[in-house]
């Protein structure tokens, strides 16, 4: 079972020694083996070989059965032209693999509570919403420009989806609803975009194979605000790809922390690609401060989605909860009265649970 490691930037490389550590723990408790290849994306790509996405690094992703990825991009590289840019090479591995949807699942420790920046009243008994972001289409993808007309400069990017590539993303997140409360919120913006009409047709349309699951549409604008003034009215969400980014930022922060939050990306094929949703922080690299759970807990959706390991997946949120009942902390999530812990030392935490 092929497993690849991206680290990326920043605290890319950091937090992915924390992943690996972890996997290796569960390989051993389940004797399972995985084999580990080591593949470059983005800043460091570009260092080592002057592109974002080298083609090596999609060929060993393509053999492989899951990909973990730690983080891309820096101040270094902000000055390149987009194509070039780390992110680029974000973009181009999900893309390359096929990878339409981005689960995000926001779950709030409870012992984390205080960290969010939510009143008690509003968290209730916790946090559980599962973000299903579309992943390889809309202005990310659309045709992009920049031209000079007139002495003046324009420029676009072109929020384009296929009634296909809704159906499909729309499909998965069905049946994540089917699995959990049984209830799923699509966000658009129809009273505006032609694509949101699109969008909430082919939603609609969808809906009629799963009469067991209760749909509702929300405007983002709106979306946005009540994910902060009523959280509980979620479940699974199903949104386009520059919502979904923006709304998974938002409803990360509600967990206290974006250093929390792992993502699975999936496709039709084999190959599952997880990483934290949080970025590269260059600020803290190499300093052994980053927050190396959501990288943890990216490893716990690796085991359930590529490796159909749920026990192992459950382990690993138990240890996490575990160490986090024992006070320990990494500056992120520090609160008074805790144990301030560093990266690596939280990773060892967290096996020695496991
Ligand atoms: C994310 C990130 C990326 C995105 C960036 C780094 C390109 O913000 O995964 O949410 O916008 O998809
Ligand atoms: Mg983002």
Known sequence: MMVVFIPGDGIGPEITNQARKILDVIGSKYSRKFQYEYALLGGVAIDEVGVPLPQETIDKCMASKAVFLGAVGGHKWDDLPG????????????KALGLYANLRPTLLFPQLKAASTLK??????????MIVRELTGGMYFGDKGREEVDGDERAWDVEVYTASEIERVTRLAFELARDRE?????????????????WRSVVEKVSEDYKDVTLNHMYVDNAAMQLVRNPHQFDVIVTNNIFGDILSD???????????LPSASLGDGNIGLYEPIHG?????????MANPIASIISIAMMLEY??????????????V??????????????????IEIGTEKMGDLIAQAI
């Open 306 to 319: 590529s490796f159909n390991m749920k026990e192992a997946a459950q382990d690993i949120y138990g240890a």
């Open 250 to 260: 938002e409803a990360g922060m509600l967990t206290g922390s974006l250093g929390m």
């Open 83 to 94: 194509h070039l840019r780390p992110e680029a090479g974000l973009l181009g591995i999900r």
């Open 321 to 338: 909860k575990g160490v986090l009942d024992k006070g320990y902390r990494t500056a992120d999530i520090m609160e008074p009265g805790m």
């Open 120 to 129: 008690e009243e509003v968290l209730g008994d916790g946090l559980d919403i």
């Open 182 to 198: 049984g209830h799923l919120t699509s966000i658009d913006k129809a009273n505006v975009l032609e694509s949101s009409r699109l």
């Open 280 to 288: 590269s922080a260059p600020d803290i690299a190499g300093k052994d």
